[in-house]
């Protein structure tokens, strides 16, 4: 019986847990041997997805405290499968069994009720909650060390909360400098204090908001990618799919191009310092599936959240009969901020798969070990 529990073809992710379960994990497979890699390394990344205590965010305080149980020796990768795992500890499941029967709107409790027969977890959303993603950042943290060995670099952003949204290009000094200094991970300051009361606004009506994120990756290498059926944006396109909420995937000039002429959408050549560049980047950084050596630019767009505390119908499947449902339990009212390190993450992912596969990244890296 086929499953989706892991993704890639050379690095390999396999998750597992549930929300309200002992633990969220990790097996990335594949991870050349010779990585200089430290639990701080991949703390650092699991930190920024943490909301920490900002107005924005759930009132659930996961410490999120990495454990890596195997793949790891002496500071350096073995190249035997790489097992991480975070404990859940904040979990509070009364709220969930009251509603066992009554499909939250929006949720993936009516779905998974049916395709598992009912014995799924259904706790805090259980499998198909945001809280998986703390697996997705853990393996990402190895990909991006993994990525520094062709100098790539990951970055992402805020771009849009609600009707708020940050104009013009971002420069990236300043989304390495600005991100995670605000609670909406804005690289405009200015910006981020709009989308701030928003969200702020939008918790006193008892709803929430959604948005985009914006991820781009910095010196990718011409030729990743492995067209038809594996090529790179598909890829992309396909993990970014696999965070809870996504809706939406563009690159480059995305839907925009729809209302283009070739005249405006083609990115024209030129030679810079003995380089072939195109003069803009319409195309995202990727042509025919493979990379053209201009930045990845690729934007996720993610729905409001689906738990809001006003009154909604639903049903009881028990009885299959109408009723309403308010919700009480703890919630990110825009899951926006938190998805930034996330797609960052998952965009790291599929690059370094892609690296390996073409073998700009060997199987073992050369590393002075002592």
């Known amino acids: 019986m086929l499953n989706g529990n892991s993704i890639g073809k050379a690095l390999v992710l396999t998750c597992f847990g549930e929300s309200h379960g002992a633990c969220i994990g990790a097996v990335l497979d594949g991870c050349p041997a010779g990585l200089k890699l430290t639990i701080e390394d991949v703390q650092a990344e699991v930190d920024k997805r943490k909301p920490g205590f900002t107005s924005v965010s ?64 259904y706790r805090g959303g259980g499998r198909f909650s945001g809280r998986v993603t703390v697996a997705y950042v853990m393996a990402g943290a190895i990909a991006k060390k993994l990525l520094t060995y062709l100098g790539v670099e990951v970055l992402a952003h805020t771009v849009q909360i609600g009707k708020i949204k940050v104009a013009g290009q971002v420069e990236y000094d300043d989304i390495r400098r600005n991100v995670y200094k605000n609670a909406v991970r804005c690289a405009v300051p200015e910006t981020a204090v709009l989308m701030e009361k928003a969200v702020l606004k939008t918790i006193e009506e008892g709803d929430s908001l959604g948005g985009i994120v914006e991820g781009i990756a910095l010196n990718v290498p011409v030729g990743l990618g492995e067209p038809v059926f594996d090529s790179l944006d598909s890829d992309i396109a396909k993990m970014m799919f696999n965070i809870p909420a996504v809706k939406g995937v563009e690159f480059g000039a995305g839907f925009q191009a729809a209302y283009m002429k070739g005249s ?39 729905k409001p959240t689906s738990s809001i505390s006003k009154r909604q119908k639903t049903v009881d499947i028990s009885r299959m009969e109408e009723t309403e449902i308010e919700l009480s339990g703890r919630h990110d009212p825009c899951v926006v901020p938190r998805a930034v390190p996330v797609v960052e993450s998952c965009l790291a992912l599929v690059l370094a798969d892609h690296a390996i596969r073409s073998g700009k990244i060997p199987r073992v890296l050369e590393n002075d070990k002592q």
């Not at 405006?264 to 950084?285: F, M, T």
Request: overall charge positive.
């Open 58 to 121: 759930t009132r659930r305080k996961e410490e999120d405290r990495v454990e890596i149980l195997s793949g790891i020796h002496e500071g350096y990768t073995t190249g035997a499968p790489i097992c991480l795992i975070v404990r859940n500890r904040d979990v509070k499941s009364e709220p969930y069994r009251l509603l066992r029967q009554k499909p939250r709107p929006g949720h993936a409790d009516y779905t998974a009720h049916i395709k598992y027969g009912g014995y799924n977890d």
């Open 264 to 302: 405006e959408n083609n990115d024209q050549y030129a030679v810079r310092k003995g380089r072939v560049i195109s003069l803009s980047n319409n195309a995202g950084g990727v042509l025919g599936g493979i990379s053209s050596g201009m930045p990845i630019v690729v934007r996720v767009a993610f």
